[in-house]
Each structure stands twice: as structure tokens, then as C-alpha cells.
């Protein structure tokens, strides 16, 4: 992978932590942002050294959302003609499917945030599986308060982690969510007194699903998504068809020697992946 500018990416104990680190910038997401981004969330995808990403940031907000380049030079967005206006769908279909790459990422994604997380920022995090917030950190859906509409899956999964009016106010408003008022509403898991605490905490989650069968946690993954999109009894048929796909005597006879030992249990990683195009 090309260094990385937006990023600092570590792997250590199958953990892979990324920090978004332009703090001067306040973590604006700018094109080589997105582009980074992509190219990451692949090589984690595709590769296995990794049991469970934790995502983080620097300085005063995780994120304060879309940089304004991004509206500028960067991007055309043709308004004056059909065809200019069809080929915003499609430049906004590739956007949303790098953030999409968050959630359909074969490892569990849990985000570390503090200060604020503002436009695009909330798209990318509720995306992920677990959310833990410092005190401080607030959320916006900030893209009503300059004239437009969330595009980026926002509006499309906050409403299946929090009450729908809830969901609607934010939205219609631009008003910020508290810390305090996003556990309430389910948003977070957690609100710890600092950015430092919430990283602690994030790491601890994953220090714990790293040490479970991948394979199984892949599998409660799949199994959880496809849940939330149908009904009760098609996911029931869905997981007796995951189960016996990668049902394992051996996973279990080991989380059970290893619990009677009181020692570590060891378990094989998922398989790279490799593509046709490689």
C-alpha cells in the first residue's frame, strides 16, 4: 500500500487501528481521504492479519465532516443539464460504497470518538458495529445547515440504531446530539470522560473479539445484517444455512479446554481473500 496521508495504520495482536490524523484540518474528508480510505478498508478485507478494525482520531473533533473542496474544484456537481445531474447519482454511488466497505468488512469496526462528529463524519460511523464516545463528543447532521440533503447513509442507517422522530428532529434541524443523549437513544455504547478513555475502551472490545474464532464472529456479522433487513423467520432459515457452512467441532472443543485451563484459546485466522483482478 502507498504511504498513507490522511491515515496512520497499525496491526498489532490482529488488531488493525486506524487513526484519521489531519487534526489542523479537523479531519476533513477530502478526496485523497476517500481514496485512502478505499484502498485500506480493502488491503484489510482481502488480507488476514486483522480480527477486528478500531477506528480513531486526533486532535480536538473526530471529524468535522466533508471538506469544502470537496464542493469545489474536486468535484463537478453539474447542475445545468439531465446528464450532468445523472452523473452526480453515480459519483454519490461511489462515495456511499466506500462507507459501505465499512460495514460489509468481514472483521467487526468499532469507532473511538470525540468532540465533534459532523456531516460526513456521522455517515462513516454509523456504519460501524460499536460506537464508544469521550463526554465531549457531540453529532450533527450537519448537511441540512448549508442547503442539502444527507447523502452518504446517514438518513439510511442512523434510523435503524435510533428512534425514528429522533432521527427525523436531527435531521430537519441540524440541531448536535449529545454524548449523553446519543447513549440514551442507543447511538453509543458508552460515553467514557475523555478521548483517551473511549480509545482504552474501544481497544479493550477488540482486545476481546480478537480473541475469539474468526470464523464465528465473521458469521455473527452476517448473520446480525441479514437479521435487520428480514423477517424473523427468513434469518432463522439464513442461520441454519451460515451455521452449517462453517460450524467447527474443533473451535469449540478449543474455547473449552482453553476456559477449563484458564489459558488463551488459539484459533486459525479467516483465509486471505484473493480476487480475479489480482
Same mark, same amino acid.
Given at each position: 500500500? &502507498? *504511504? #498513507? =496521508?490522511?491515515?496512520?495504520?497499525? !496491526?498489532?495482536?490482529?488488531? +488493525?487501528?486506524l487513526v484519521l490524523n489531519r487534526p489542523d484540518a479537523l479531519n =476533513?474528508?477530502? @478526496?485523497?481521504?476517500?481514496?485512502?480510505?478505499?484502498?485500506?478498508?480493502?488491503?484489510?478485507?482481502?488480507? &488476514?492479519? /486483522?480480527?477486528v478494525l478500531v @477506528?480513531?482520531?486526533?486532535?480536538?473533533?473526530? $471529524?468535522?465532516?466533508? %471538506? #469544502?473542496?470537496?464542493?469545489? +474544484?474536486?468535484? %463537478? @456537481?453539474?447542475?445545468?443539464s439531465a446528464e450532468g445531474r445523472a452523473a452526480i447519482a453515480d459519483m454519490l454511488a461511489g462515495l456511499q460504497s466506500t462507507f459501505t466497505r465499512i460495514e460489509n468488512l468481514r472483521i467487526p469496526v468499532i469507532v473511538a470518538l470525540q468532540g465533534g462528529c459532523i456531516g460526513g463524519a456521522v455517515d462513516m460511523v454509523t456504519a460501524a458495529c460499536l460506537r464508544y464516545a469521550s463526554s465531549d463528543a457531540f453529532f450533527c447532521i450537519q448537511e441540512i445547515n448549508i442547503g442539502m440533503v444527507a447523502d452518504v447513509g446517514t438518513l439510511q442507517r442512523l434510523p435503524k440504531l435510533m428512534p425514528m422522530a429522533v432521527v427525523k428532529e436531527l435531521a430537519y434541524t441540524g440541531r448536535r446530539l449529545s454524548a449523553d443523549k446519543a447513549l440514551h437513544y442507543g447511538l453509543v455504547n458508552e460515553v467514557l470522560p475523555?478521548?483517551?478513555?473511549?480509545l482504552a475502551t474501544a481497544m479493550q472490545a477488540a482486545k476481546e473479539i480478537a480473541s475469539k474464532p474468526p470464523v464465528a464472529i465473521w458469521g455473527t456479522k452476517q448473520a446480525l445484517h441479514y437479521a435487520q433487513?428480514?423477517? =424473523?423467520?427468513?434469518?432463522?432459515?439464513? @442461520?441454519?444455512?451460515?451455521? $452449517?457452512?462453517?460450524? %467447527? &467441532? /474443533?473451535?469449540? *472443543?478449543?474455547? !473449552?479446554t482453553a476456559f477449563q485451563a484458564k489459558r488463551s484459546a488459539a484459533f486459525p485466522d479467516l483465509a486471505p481473500l484473493k480476487s480475479f483482478h489480482d
Open positions: 500500500m &502507498n *504511504k #498513507l =496521508t490522511c491515515f496512520e495504520l497499525t !496491526i498489532q495482536d490482529h488488531i +488493525a487501528h =476533513t474528508l477530502d @478526496m485523497v481521504f476517500w481514496r485512502e480510505l478505499d484502498e485500506v478498508l480493502q488491503q484489510l478485507h482481502q488480507g &488476514n492479519q /486483522a480480527r @477506528m480513531s482520531s486526533t486532535g480536538k473533533h473526530f $471529524s468535522a465532516g466533508m %471538506s #469544502l473542496e470537496v464542493f469545489g +474544484a474536486s468535484v %463537478s @456537481m453539474d447542475d445545468q475523555d478521548a483517551a478513555s473511549a433487513d428480514h423477517s =424473523t423467520e427468513d434469518a432463522l432459515k439464513q @442461520m441454519g444455512w451460515l451455521q $452449517s457452512g462453517i460450524w %467447527s &467441532n /474443533a473451535h469449540v *472443543k478449543e474455547a !473449552i
